[in-house]
């Protein structure tokens, strides 16, 4: 009975490793340092609406909306000498998008709190402590799947990617904006190109940096 209990802590650490880690990077992605840095980029595609302050400046509202308790009315209420910003399509993507993010977040947080309540049975126990470093190994190897199940069809053909995405987690239709919208303005292809690629490439490193550390325990741990 022990052994069944042990057994499936186990496996819990090992799959609890790939999704969170795969949400931290997206929460540090989700930030006004990312937006600055693709702002940056020669390649990424100029806003024909704003300059490229209001460009930065919009766009950090969009960020502090979605990580802050701040209501849709903190979109809402930007207006230039045309009328408002943001269209009330694009708002309600946007109460959409708020609603998936702190679903995510949720889950990165239980994640993060199982992994640190699992880990203390398993290393108390001295039969068990060998294995934590294998099972964070076996939870590295498993986490290097996701980025490929990203980076290969993102490559491959990134608007059918985007177009997929978006039809998994939204109402259809829901998403589709003309050029000239705020939502394209701020955030054109390229830069979901970019941060998809950003997300793929971080998590494939810290998965390597993992597995390496783990591996290197593992082996010094059967050493002694």
């Not at 057994?7 to 490793?17: P, R």
């Not at 340092?33 to 020669?42: D, Q, T």
């Not at 589709?176 to 979901?192: A, E, G, V």
Request: include cysteine; glycine fraction near 6%.
């Amino acid at each position: 009975m022990k052994r069944a209990f042990f057994s499936a802590l186990k496996v819990l650490l090992i799959l609890a490793i790939p999704p969170f880690l795969l949400l931290t990077n997206i929460d540090l992605l989700t930030s006004s340092a990312f937006v600055r840095y693709e702002y940056g980029r020669a390649d990424l595609p100029p806003a024909v609406r704003f300059s490229p302050e209001e460009r930065l400046s919009v766009a950090e509202k969009a960020v502090l909306y979605l990580r802050s308790d701040a209501g849709i009315e903190l979109l809402g209420e930007l207006k230039d000498e045309k009328g408002p910003l943001f269209r009330e399509k694009e708002l309600t993507h946007m109460i959409d998008v708020k609603a998936l993010w702190q679903r995510a977040f949720a889950w990165q947080r239980i994640l993060g709190i199982s992994i640190v309540l699992l880990l203390p049975p398993l290393l108390l126990r001295r039969e068990m402590r060998r294995s934590v470093p294998f099972c964070l190994v076996w939870g590295s190897l498993l986490t290097l799947i996701l980025p490929l199940l990203i980076l290969i069809p993102a490559y491959l053909n990134f608007d059918w990617f985007f177009t997929r995405f978006h039809q998994l987690f939204f109402a259809e239709g829901s998403w589709i904006f003309d050029y000239s919208d705020t939502l394209i303005q701020l955030f054109p292809l390229r830069f979901w190109f970019d941060a998809f690629r950003a997300l793929a490439l971080l998590t494939v490193g810290e998965a390597v940096l993992l597995g390496a550390a783990m591996f290197g325990c593992h082996k010094s741990i059967r050493g002694g």
